[in-house]
Nanobody, 118 residues
Framework: QVQLVESGGDLVQPGGSLRLSCAAS????????MGWYRQAPGKQRELVAS???????NYADFVKGRFTISRDNAKNTVYLRMNSLKPEDTALYYC????????????WGQGTQVTVSS
């Protein structure tokens, strides 16, 4: 059964840091690039960062220099390290596989909530 399980979200003050984790089924992790996405209330889901199976990364402009995506191939896990968090980073964060076209590959997991507030 294909699974995507996100964790690590929390309430954090502006300027703080968090590390999100996404445990993926091997059938996803071994085949596809992986992406972190987010969806804020009333907004569309958007891509935050992606990483290929070979470790090539790409970031949305609004997180460049603050967020770092990485993957542990032995654990089928992808991470998102988030530094210098801002209130506008508040959202439900998801991971998924990513086709070369940019489209996501599988049904969404439950996500993990990140709230940045003082």
């Amino acid at each position: 059964q294909v699974q995507l399980v996100e964790s690590g979200g929390d309430l954090v003050q502006p300027g703080g840091s968090l590390r999100l984790s996404c445990a993926a089924s091997e059938s996803i992790f071994r085949v596809y690039a992986m992406g972190w996405y987010r969806q804020a209330p009333g907004k569309q889901r958007e891509l935050v960062a992606s990483i290929t199976s070979g470790g090539i990364t790409n970031y949305a402009d609004f997180v460049k220099g603050r967020f770092t995506i990485s993957r542990d191939n032995a654990k089928n896990t992808v991470y998102l390290r988030m530094n210098s968090l801002k209130p506008e980073d508040t959202a439900l964060y998801y991971c998924n596989g990513r086709y070369t076209s940019g489209r996501y590959t599988h049904p969404w997991g439950q996500g993990t909530q990140v709230t940045v507030s003082s």
